[in-house]
């Protein structure tokens, strides 16, 4: 059940702030059927060898486990849709508070449910990047999911070398891989998403376990210049006791309710 002065109080925070970030995680895509990382039933708890080394963790301990890792990342991205969360995320964009959002996910919710300026510290799933001349390409979600099906249709054991006449061909004749970050690569953006942080003065935080860097410390910064901290997560994180109003509770059920306070505040 929400916690009404909490949702009455987080309207108020956000009404009167002069720029509000928005700062997300895997969470705010759990309604949508995507599996968050490291909640009981994460995708590193399932497979192991991800917590330290992400997709290519898994795939160097468990080659043999590829086809049932891509093959359900090709149900769960073909099936998924923005969930409220998403919707309420751009909604306050769309009502002037919420300047941008910055997000560890790769997704491509946020921008599907709305939200225009979105910096993505770890790339995302739909976008590839040239390894000759790192120019990077959009593919449509069916182009994409084609190109997964094609792999799954003869992958046996994975490996870097097994994978690359798969991959999609830049237009400099080079191969492009997915756009995303892993482990131990340089994160995206970060210098754009800590300017939005030092000019913010109230971050809204959903969805994130605040256990992976730099991206956890953008919220430690933002309290350091000053800005007030909201959080919403079923579960305390690393982050929480840091802020300045924490609503315990899914992103899809309390931040639709923040938005509709908001709308009747307006009123
Ligand atoms: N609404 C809000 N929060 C939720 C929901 C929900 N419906 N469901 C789960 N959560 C919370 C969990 O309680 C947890 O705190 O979302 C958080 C998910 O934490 P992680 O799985 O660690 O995901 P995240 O914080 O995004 O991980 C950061 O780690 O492995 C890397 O690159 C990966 O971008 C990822 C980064």
């Known amino acids: 059940m929400v916690n009404r002065d909490k949702i009455f109080e987080a309207s108020a925070m956000i009404r009167h702030s002069r720029r509000v970030v928005g700062f997300t995680g895997a969470g705010v895509s759990e309604e949508s059927g995507i599996s968050t990382f490291r909640d009981p039933n994460g995708l590193w708890n399932r497979y192991s060898g991800g917590a330290s080394g992400g997709i290519m963790g898994i795939l160097k301990r468990h080659p043999e486990a590829a086809n049932e890792l891509f093959s359900e990342m090709l149900q769960t991205f073909k099936s998924c849709a923005p969930n409220p969360g998403h919707y309420a995320f751009a909604d306050l964009e769309k009502m002037g508070y919420l300047k941008s959002i910055i997000t560890q ?51 046996k054991q994975f490996s870097i070398a097994w994978v690359m006449p798969y991959l999609p061909s830049c237009e400099c004749g080079g191969k492009m891989r997915p756009d995303i970050v892993t482990f131990g690569e340089s994160v995206h953006q970060l210098d754009e998403a800590t300017e939005e942080v030092c000019k913010c003065d109230l971050m809204l935080i959903s969805g994130t376990s605040g256990m992976v860097y730099p991206a956890a410390a953008l919220p430690v910064d933002a309290k350091k210049n000053g800005a007030k901290l909201i959080e919403i997560n079923p579960n305390e994180s690393t982050l929480t006791a840091r802020c300045d109003l924490f609503l315990p509770g899914k992103t899809g059920e309390i931040l639709p309710e923040i938005v509709k306070e908001i709308q009747e505040m307006r009123e």
């Open 105 to 155: 996910n790769g997704d491509n919710l946020h921008q599907d449910a709305g939200s225009l300026k979105v910096f993505e510290l770890h790339g995302n799933l739909f976008r590839f990047r040239c390894l000759d001349c790192a120019q990077k390409k959009h593919f449509p979600k069916d182009e994409l999911f084609s190109f997964v099906e094609n792999i799954l249709l003869n992958i």
